[in-house]
């Protein structure tokens, strides 16, 4: 008997397993292709996507790559992709101070070269209990100690990139929220903002767009009021 329920248990864990795989293959394909999409739009032979404005093609990437794997999501999991939908906007959520917080953090550390170890740990246990009070780390001495923040290769690999995440995310909600009220609409904008792609700076394409610039003043409260009637 528990031979079966092992092999049932493998069985069940394979078939779990090639799923994600698939899953996480088609968002990794749903994310980097509209990036790339958006450079042939942008000049004869299309445009090196290093030389495109980082935000710009992050954001353009973020959107329809969450279409699309909604869309996967659908098909293997019918009307459960609700709660998958409530489960990740709350992951979204809980992202946009993190990513805040490393941007602060990495003005902190590069501004200030001649901060010790030590110092560079204190100001990131300072930005946690500011952005992340809700985190509890007792036990992890790493983790007290304030050496989280080494985990972020962004911030060793690419400094002050973390927060075109952010921008990004901003972005993507903001035509979430237009789609459901006016999909053919949004979707009509969207493409538009894969042919401007890189071709102006980020806050003129996104009011060509229709879309708010993130930095002015009530953007994200707006966003969150519209998210909070869905949640609701």
Not at 28 to 52: T, V
Not at 109 to 136: C, F, I, S
Not at 163 to 191: N, P, S
Request: with cysteine; aromatic share 16%; charged share 20%.
């Amino acid at each position: 008997m528990n031979k079966r329920a092992d092999a049932a248990f493998l069985s069940t864990s394979s078939i779990l397993l090639f799923v994600y795989i698939i899953l996480e293959t088609a968002f990794s394909l749903a994310f980097s292709q509209p990036a790339y999409y958006s450079g042939l739009q942008n000049g004869p032979g299309g445009r090196n996507l290093q030389q495109q404005k980082r935000n710009v093609t992050r954001m353009i990437s973020l959107i329809l790559a969450e279409k699309i794997f909604s869309l996967f999501l659908i098909m293997f999991m019918g009307y459960a992709v609700v709660h998958w939908g409530l489960l990740h906007a709350e992951d979204s959520f809980i992202f946009l101070p993190y990513g805040c917080m490393v941007d602060e953090f990495q003005h902190i550390v590069y501004g200030n070269p001649e901060l010790t170890p030590k110092e560079r740990r204190d100001a990131w246990n300072k930005l946690e209990q500011e952005y992340r009070p809700y985190m509890d780390s007792t036990g992890c001495r790493f983790m007290e100690e304030g050496g989280y923040w080494q985990r972020q290769h962004h911030i060793f690999e690419m400094p002050f990139y973390y927060i075109d995440y952010v921008l990004a995310q901003l972005c993507a909600f903001q035509f979430k929220i237009r789609m459901e009220k006016d999909h053919d609409g949004a979707w009509a904008d969207y493409m538009k903002l894969c042919r401007l792609s890189a071709s102006d700076f980020y806050p003129s394409m996104l009011k060509q767009v229709g879309l708010t610039v993130p930095f002015e003043e009530g953007c994200i409260q707006k966003i969150v009021d519209e998210l909070d009637k869905k949640l609701d």
